[in-house]
């Protein structure tokens, strides 16, 4: 499972019980609602971090992965890259 995936599953997981939790309160259903995800958001800070440490760290390898791609894309349309050969003649 990717861990954007997991991550998101866990911050869903944690407005559910913690809004689970706030159902006997005697409050105003939409502060109820307010109240979770300002609880979950900052339960998620310190109960995911490392579930938010391998999603950053993915995403930083897919932004590099697409970064190299674009790099030599332009490469490979302004001419400057061969394949097989890794140098290329000055004469056009």
Known sequence: MSAA???????????VVVFLALL???LNFFLKIML?????????????RG?????????????ERRR????RLRAALAGDDEPGDGSKSASR
């Open 36 to 48: 979770a995800l300002v609880f979950s958001a900052a339960a998620s800070f310190f109960l995911l």
């Open 68 to 71: 190299t791609e674009k790099e």
């Open 24 to 26: 006997p309160v005697d």
């Open 5 to 15: 995936v997991k991550y998101t599953l866990g911050r869903i997981g944690l407005f």
């Open 51 to 63: 579930w938010r440490d391998e999603m950053a760290e993915e995403m930083a390898g897919a932004a």
